[in-house]
């Protein structure tokens, strides 16, 4: 399936959602919990609350599945939901000590591009992300992830699709020297 | 219902619960209409009731009329990024939003100015706290209606941000009744126009900053409550 064809899918099960059709929903959820799950996991630093996250935000798209305008892509709007859900549930939970890294099984399911995973090997790609700052950490994994151009990032974040792309040029060359002084283990 | 068996189970019993179809929401500018119609109507009611301001014509229709009706452009500008902001993944930037907030609180401050300005300096005459309340009071009684309006087309949406939604739909809502307030208030000091008449478009900008608040700390006290969720 191209890129193209994915985004008609997305478009198309939404339209036949919003008309009442809940196996869509189903669909929907098999095609992108594993995206959700692995952009709320480079979020949130760990897999269960990725999980219930994911879970918060089917919950939320559900009540709120009448705001999505049909036409629209449905990946910012789908994605401004699942960040919004872990914005609140950071405000909401007590923060914890970032005192431990996650395992190798933890890591988030989110496949790599080509071009990121030419930096290194997928455990130490996620340790050194780990290390950038919330805001280039979300533009790298929604733009070089994810694959969502500028102009999306830039509405999922609430900024400018420039300022998203300086951030995710920004946490390139952040990972690229993290990753060569070899802060993290390859 | 059929085919639901691969959702988490509090998922599927909320779609259980609620399948029905629903309209999707119309775009922001369509929605947008519904304010317009009820600027126009305030604008065109409240000073026809109360009589436009006796220096109207040594204001002249530029500083009069035009003067109101730009603040009406930039008031539905701004309820226009509030309806934008209710839908997730529509919100524009930081710096639009941060940039029409506070340019709407200047571009009031400028018809205040310039007003002053043409009608001589005056200064400001007797009673004046009296007649600044009695303006305040006006001035959001006018805007009421328009907060409560962007507040209902808000709140059928989801904002990623309700504050900011909040904040736009108030401040839009101010500078709409400050439009129609411009026609109908006879004091020009320049305190009077700064304190009681910003002091209104502040209040009303506020009063929406406060719903958004809370909606979101509904909306977080939700998500404290909520049980964790079974992987599906």
Known sequence: ?????????????MVAYQGGEMQALAELYELMRPQLKGFLQGLSWDATTAEDLVQETFL????????????????PWLFGIARNVFLMHRRSSARRARHE?????????????????????????????????????????????????????????????????????????????????????? | MKGLGGLPERLRHEVESDARPVRPLAPAWVRLGWVLLLGLCIGLVVPALVGVRPDGDALGPFLAWGAALAQGAGALWLVFLALREAVPGQGLPLGIRLASVLGGGVFQVAVGVATWARLGMPEPGPAAVAKGMTCVTMETAIGLPAVLLTALLVARAWAVRPRWAGLLGGAGAGLLADAVQHLICPVSDLQHVLIWHGGAVLLLSMSGWLAGTLVERQRTRGERSATPLAPG
Do not use: C, N
Not at chain 1, 60 to 75: D, F, I, N, Q, S
Not at chain 1, 135 to 142: F, I
Not at chain 1, 158 to 172: C, F, L, P, Q
């Open chain 1, 1 to 13: 399936m191209t890129e193209g064809d994915r985004h008609e899918r997305l478009q198309a099960l």
């Open chain 1, 60 to 75: 939320h798209l559900h009540r709120a599945r009448h705001t999505y305008e049909p036409g629209r892509p449905v990946r």
């Open chain 1, 101 to 186: 890294q996650p395992a190798a099984e933890e890591l988030p399911e989110l496949p790599i591009a080509p071009e990121a995973e030419r930096l290194t090997e997928r455990s130490a790609l996620w340790r050194a992300l780990e290390r950038l700052g919330e805001g280039r950490r979300e533009a790298v994994m929604l733009h070089h992830l994810l694959e969502m151009d500028f102009k999306q990032v830039g509405a999922v974040l609430g900024i400018a699709a420039g300022t998203a792309k300086v951030r995710a040029h920004r946490g390139i060359a952040e990972l690229r020297r993290i990753l060569r002084v070899g802060e993290v283990g390859s």
